[in-house]
């Protein structure tokens, strides 16, 4: 699907640098932007073009807002009109849904993005989603006190502490669930390693984040040349599955590593009955992608899912056509269906000739109210 992704304030910026330096040669990134009021930290970014960032609200002069989400929110609502008019010169009105990425608990995106998202959805008869990166309740702890010093105390590798980022996060997630069709949270805190601060993982949470989009809205975008999916995944399938109401969505993703066929048909067997069969065991194509299934959905997802149950659940599986087992992923799809409870399952199959691995992809949406969406929300009952 062709998807045009807004990467708003600081954390939203460093995710569209991300992808831009990982996928930015993909096929479903149709447009990508970074929008901020802070020149600093637009001028950060490394493998976004200088021409697709672009600085927003003079009012705030060049710098960022502090965590003032009542400020950025007026920024919102008088520069949404003009954000909407830069994204111009790449052809939004070509894209098949548009994506908000934001942390949840800063001030410039996150109240920048509840007005964006509802121009953008005046403009285009198209879904508009958000990631919405979820503060670590280490970012809302008051200051450590140093037992020797006496004094407050904030080491340089610790996560800058915004007291207000709970609060700001309950506010825009309140905000983005009516113009947003759906809502991806990323939740940072479920991410960290024992003993690793926010600085340390950034880098590699950004990955995470940018991979997970990558093989959600990527899924199924291969090249003229490349394999034809026998079940075509496209924006209306993930667009059924996520639903139009604002509700949570979650992204499961796994890997497994496979050898390739030494020879046959780059069609494969198992997928699509070639007359030429390539050397891949069946117990084997079997078991992969039956283990790439589970992990999907068992690993970590983007935010935890409530005893992994889900309204809707959408099942994309990828890799090498003569991995593809056609009977492994329909028993995949059954298992799916009574581990999430979902009355709804769709499926898609994304073959890559080249790929050395096999993926799986488990989308759930109308999930129960995870525990720490729950506990952000609760910060400003």
């Not at 825009?172 to 390693?193: K, Q």
């Not at 067997?269 to 390539?278: N, Q, Y």
């Amino acid at each position: 699907m062709r998807l045009h992704v807004i990467g708003l304030g600081g954390a939203g910026g460093r995710i569209a640098d991300r992808l831009a330096a990982d996928h930015g040669g993909d096929r479903f990134l149709h447009g990508l932007n970074a929008f901020d009021t802070d020149a600093a930290a637009l001028d950060a970014l490394r493998s976004l073009d200088e021409s697709r960032r672009y600085r927003f609200g003079d009012a705030a002069d060049g710098s960022g807002l502090d965590g003032d989400l009542h400020a950025a929110r007026r920024l919102g609502d008088a520069h949404a009109s003009e954000l909407g008019r830069v994204m111009d010169d790449e052809s939004p009105s070509a894209a098949e849904a548009f994506l908000l990425v934001v942390g949840l608990g800063g001030g410039a995106g996150a109240g920048a993005a509840p007005a964006l998202a509802g121009e953008l959805s005046r403009l285009y008869d198209v879904p508009v989603y958000a990631v919405g990166l979820l503060p670590t309740p280490a970012e809302s702890a008051s200051s450590e006190v140093d037992p020797v010093r006496g004094s407050a105390t904030e080491p340089e590798d610790r996560a800058p502490r915004r007291p207000l980022a709970e609060k700001n996060a309950a506010r825009t997630l309140d905000g983005l669930s009516d113009p947003c069709a759906a809502l991806f949270p990323f939740d940072n805190d479920a991410w960290l390693r024992p003993g690793e601060t926010l600085p340390d993982a950034r880098d590699r949470l950004n990955g995470v984040v940018a991979d997970r989009i990558a093989a959600l809205f990527g899924a199924g975008e291969a090249g003229e040349a490349e394999s034809t999916p026998q079940q075509v995944l496209d924006a209306s399938d993930v667009a059924r599955a996520v639903g139009d109401d604002g509700e949570i969505a979650a992204i499961g993703h796994a890997t497994q590593a496979v050898e390739p066929p030494e020879s046959g048909s780059r069609f494969g067997l198992g997928l699509f009955g070639s007359s030429e069969p390539a050397e891949v065991d069946t117990g084997e194509a079997v078991s992969a992608i039956e283990t790439t299934i589970r992990k999907a959905a068992r690993g970590k997802s983007t935010v935890e899912v409530p005893e992994g149950r889900a309204d809707r659940t959408l099942l994309v599986v990828g890799g090498p056509p003569a991995w593809l087992n056609r009977q492994a992923i329909a028993d995949g799809r059954r298992w799916l269906a009574e581990e999430t409870g979902s009355d709804a399952i769709l499926s898609g199959d994304a073959p890559e000739p080249d790929a050395e691995a096999v993926f799986a992809v488990v989308l759930r949406s109308g999930v129960d109210e995870p525990a720490r969406v729950r506990e952000i929300r609760e910060s400003i009952a």
